[in-house]
């Protein structure tokens, strides 16, 4: 298969032409991309779990395309949106890993992104959810017009966490400045040292509803104590119990507003990730502690978007994809007896390990894409697509060029997201890399780990990061690995002692799609 860069692989004949879908269509369909946070590839029953049920999302598999090898690019979330937004493998960048809450945008203005083509298409662009991909130039002005952001990249509109749940500061941002602040109680954020008087998980453990890890032992702000201190914006704090519900409003609110010509949402969840605080309303529905009800309540709440679309009677004018950033973990920085709870419930399927891992349970993830009389109902396709492939993809739908020197790894493989063709890529590569704490749980040196997988091969590279963070492995040893995912897609018995010329293949063309 030929890449956008140029490089050469053996094994698959290229892709025919895609067929143009959209031209049988009314019109141009809105797109819905729905992006978990560390939702694992086991944790849908339409995907085998078994312990507990998610009945809207099996609902939406049954009437579109369910993707058995559908990846993110990397096993943790600022990697993998970069990727999803920007067609580029984010190790091709450096600043791309995990960003602390006050981290600049690093996905700069003018760029050319999956919203800014899409924009230049007719769409009306939208985002709402977790970010996490950086904000402002160097020090944001949380009380101020915050910029660059969302707004600079190709979105319209935007209703938006800065990061994670788990860091400061905890509002909500519309557009360029953050919700119902109060100008005489301004926000300050300190990622180093503490500012302010309030409570911190480590002087005030008995005011939490869990207690954190060195890392999630800062500010307390609803009984859940963050990564990073904070003080002031006290009346613009999010409720985490109530958030899911906010941002499924602002997600309808969208595109009731915008029904009558195409728009493009980009609804970025925060379900399973920690901390795991459900409304009321689905505590102790998995059975499974708070990670399985956080996943009932992503369920729930994907229901009711696809309800609102049938509601408004533009279900069938669209497409939605439904993915996760990247793998599942238990055990992230709160002690919500998520471990405890889990029972026999396999968050990654077959596959090995999780989050930050380079095994295939950190990026190997649920992938869905239904467009009601397009994408084919109820196919299961193994065929190999990416997320680095959707701004490729649906260029390729809505008639947009991707310019020479963008989206550089993206590939056009819309018939194999309807379902039309079962040939995906015949390679992809994986990542990870670990954050650098002087907390307690790991020592690392913050190097990228790659990993390829071309045809049933998985290949690791070398790596003298550590071997497990917060009780997944990473999948890092100081020599190569090699496994066949066919015969082995647990990835337990490496075979790079007994081919090394194998080894040597993988090894060299790893080296030269990272240098094309
Ligand atoms: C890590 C946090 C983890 C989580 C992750 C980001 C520590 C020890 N761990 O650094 O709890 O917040 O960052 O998750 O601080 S992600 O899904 O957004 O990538
Ligand atoms: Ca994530």
């Known amino acids: 298969m030929l890449t956008r860069r140029g490089l050469l692989t053996a094994g698959t004949a290229m892709l025919?032409?895609?067929?143009?879908?959209?031209?049988?269509?009314?019109r141009k369909p809105n797109i819905i991309v729905i992006y978990a946070d560390d939702l694992g590839i086991g944790d849908l029953s339409c995907y085998g779990a078994t312990r507990f049920r998610t009945p809207n999302l099996d609902a939406l598999a049954a009437r579109g395309?369910?993707?058995?090898?559908?990846?993110?690019?990397?096993?943790?979330?600022?990697?993998?949106?970069?990727?999803?937004?920007?067609?580029?493998?984010?190790?091709?960048?450096?600043?791309?890993?995990?960003?602390?809450?006050?981290?600049?945008?690093?996905?700069?203005?003018?760029?050319?992104?999956?919203?800014?083509?899409?924009?230049?298409?007719?769409?009306?662009?939208?985002?709402?959810?977790?970010?996490?991909?950086?904000?402002?130039?160097?020090?944001?002005?949380?009380?101020?017009?915050?910029?660059?952001?969302?707004?600079?990249?190709?979105?319209?509109?935007?209703?938006?966490?800065?990061?994670?749940?788990?860091?400061?500061?905890t509002v909500l941002i519309e557009n360029r400045r953050v919700v119902g602040l109060d100008p005489a109680d301004p926000i300050r954020v300190d990622y180093k040292a503490k500012i302010g008087d309030e409570p911190t998980g480590f002087d005030n453990p008995g005011l939490l509803k869990f207690r954190g890890d060195p890392e999630h032992s800062n500010t307390i702000h609803n009984g859940i104590s963050r990564i990073g201190y904070m003080a002031g914006g006290k009346a613009a704090r999010w409720v985490d119990e109530e958030l899911t519900d906010v941002l499924l409003g602002k997600a309808v609110d969208f595109i009731t507003a915008r029904k009558d010509n195409p728009f493009f949402l980009y609804f970025a969840m925060n379900e399973p990730h920690v901390p795991r605080a459900p409304h009321t309303r689905f505590v102790g529905k998995s059975g499974r502690g708070p990670r399985g009800d956080t996943i009932i309540q992503l369920d729930w709440t994907v229901g009711e978007l696809v309800s609102k679309l049938e509601a408004l009677g533009i279900a069938d004018d669209t497409m939605i994809i439904f993915s996760s950033d990247n793998g599942p973990i238990l055990f992230d920085g709160y002690e919500d007896r998520a471990v405890s709870l889990n029972g026999a419930h396999r968050m990654s399927g077959r596959f090995r390990s999780g989050k930050y891992s380079i095994f295939e349970g950190g990026t190997r993830v649920p992938m869905i894409v239904i467009w009601p009389g397009n994408a084919r109902a109820?196919?299961?396709?193994?065929?190999?697509?990416?997320?680095?492939?959707?701004?490729?993809?649906?260029?390729?739908?809505?008639?947009?060029?991707?310019?020479?020197?963008?989206?550089?790894?993206?590939?056009?493989?819309?018939?194999?997201?309807?379902?039309?063709?079962?040939?995906?890529?015949?390679?992809?590569?994986?990542?990870?890399?670990?954050?650098?704490?002087?907390?307690?749980?790991?020592?690392?040196?913050?190097?990228?780990?790659?990993?390829?997988?071309?045809?049933?091969?998985?290949?690791?590279?070398?790596?003298v990061e550590p071997h497990e963070f917060h009780g997944n492995q990473i999948g890092t040893l100081p020599r190569h690995q090699l496994y066949n995912l066919a015969s082995d897609p647990g990835e337990r018995d490496d075979l790079a002692a007994k081919d090394p010329k194998r080894v040597a293949q993988k090894a060299a063309m790893l080296d030269r799609i990272e240098r094309s």
């Open 16 to 26: 025919a032409a895609p067929r143009s879908f959209a031209a049988s269509a009314r």
């Open 65 to 169: 395309v369910r993707f058995e090898s559908g990846y993110a690019t990397s096993a943790t979330c600022t990697p993998s949106r970069y990727a999803l937004l920007t067609g580029d493998y984010p190790w091709r960048a450096s600043g791309t890993q995990i960003l602390p809450g006050d981290a600049p945008a690093i996905i700069r203005p003018g760029r050319f992104t999956l919203p800014s083509m899409l924009k230049r298409a007719g769409y009306a662009t939208g985002v709402v959810g977790k970010w996490h991909l950086g904000l402002g130039d160097g020090k944001v002005d949380w009380n101020g017009e915050i910029a660059p952001g969302p707004l600079d990249i190709g979105f319209d509109y935007g209703f938006y966490m800065p990061a994670t749940l788990d860091r400061v500061p």
């Open 378 to 463: 109820g196919h299961v396709s193994q065929a190999m697509v990416s997320h680095v492939d959707l701004i490729a993809s649906i260029a390729g739908l809505v008639g947009e060029k991707l310019p020479r020197d963008q989206a550089v790894d993206s590939l056009d493989l819309l018939p194999v997201l309807l379902g039309r063709s079962d040939h995906g890529r015949d390679h992809v590569v994986q990542d990870t890399k670990l954050m650098v704490t002087t907390g307690t749980t790991v020592a690392s040196s913050g190097a990228r780990i790659l990993a390829l997988r071309h045809g049933d091969w998985k290949f690791i590279r070398a790596s």
